[in-house]
């Protein structure tokens, strides 16, 4: 019996990828200056916010491809982690207005996706072979 697991794996990466890389997109136009503030207010410098380009830009392209894949989607999961916790906190148990919907779902969908790139794999559909992938 033929199985599509390896060509769901390669939709769930490029599905992740490609929406994340939205994110990055417009953090490379705009900056990540922002972000150094929430960062400052934890403790935490804000040299860090420039891993923001790491985790939604080079991280995105190498699930696209399935290159170290489980590394890219772990760096993923850290990201959201840390928007969770540096900006989207106050909006955790918050539904929105106008139809409804947890306000964070956007976020949670991503790292709940990027948790499930990181147990499964990139797939047989990918570039590059290691533990990584």
Known sequence: M????DFGKLLLRIMLGGILLFHGIYKVRHGVAWIGQPLARLGLPAFLAYGTYVAEVVAPALLVIGYKARLAALVIVID???AMI???RPMLFTVRGGGGGWAIEVEAFILLSAICVFLLGS???RLGKGAWD
Do not use: I, S
């Not at 033929?2 to 697991?5: A, G, I, K, L, P």
């Open 2 to 5: 033929r199985t599509y697991e």
């Open 80 to 82: 959201m982690l840390m």
């Open 86 to 88: 540096l900006v989207l």
């Open 123 to 125: 797939g047989r559909y």
